[in-house]
């Protein structure tokens, strides 16, 4: 069955850099699309990222437009989120999520705070 397992989290001061991992098992991974949602106190769980199963296609939320970059091994069946210059407001849980799978992991805490 689908395993995801969210990696990379923490406490950085604003303007700094994090690369958070998702370990995808039970699936042929280079089939899907991935997703990267986050989900802050008292908010819906919104998509941050996502990113075809060649690689080869991203589209992202305007909030992180030009500050994150999702990317792909396939050959490690991870997905990455690179975020830089974060801000107070990109603190939430991170998750990753398969395209057609309710699964969802347990997810990494990003704080931005000083």
């Known amino acids: 069955q689908v395993q995801l397992v969210e990696s990379g989290g923490g406490l950085v001061q604003p303007g700094g850099s994090l690369r958070l991992s998702c370990a995808a098992s039970g699936f042929t991974f280079s089939n899907y699309r991935m997703y990267w949602y986050r989900q802050a106190p008292g908010k819906e769980r919104d998509m941050v990222a996502n990113i075809s199963g060649t690689g080869r296609s991203t589209r992202y939320a305007d909030s992180v437009k030009g500050r994150f970059t999702i990317s792909r091994d396939n050959a490690k069946n991870t997905v990455y989120l690179q975020m830089s210059n974060l801000k107070p407001e990109d603190t939430a849980v991170y998750y990753c999520?398969?395209?057609?799978?309710?699964?969802w992991g347990q997810g990494t805490q990003v704080t931005v705070s000083s």
């Open positions: 999520k398969r395209l057609g799978s309710n699964y």
